[in-house]
């Protein structure tokens, strides 16, 4: 359980720096976006990967 905590504070620190790089370096409003969009995407989808085997479903 902490162990997963753990990997989630480092998803979360993770893609607040992509955000922060992101502002900082994209030029284009709109790559900005998306790129944006993408890093929400990729850390839900690991916060999911470290979350739903605590709740019983790993089988999926």
Do not use: E, N, Y
């Not at 993770?14 to 900082?24: L, N, T």
């Not at 850390?43 to 739903?52: E, G, N, P, T, Y």
Request: glycine content about 6%; charged content about 10%; proline content about 2%.
């Amino acid at each position: 359980m902490i162990s997963a905590l753990i990997g989630i504070l480092i998803i979360v620190v993770f893609g607040a720096i992509c955000f922060w790089a992101i502002d900082k370096f994209a030029t284009d409003r709109r790559l900005a976006q998306l790129l944006k969009l993408l890093v929400v995407l990729i850390c839900a989808a690991s916060i999911l990967q470290r979350v739903l085997p605590l709740i019983g479903l790993s089988g999926l």
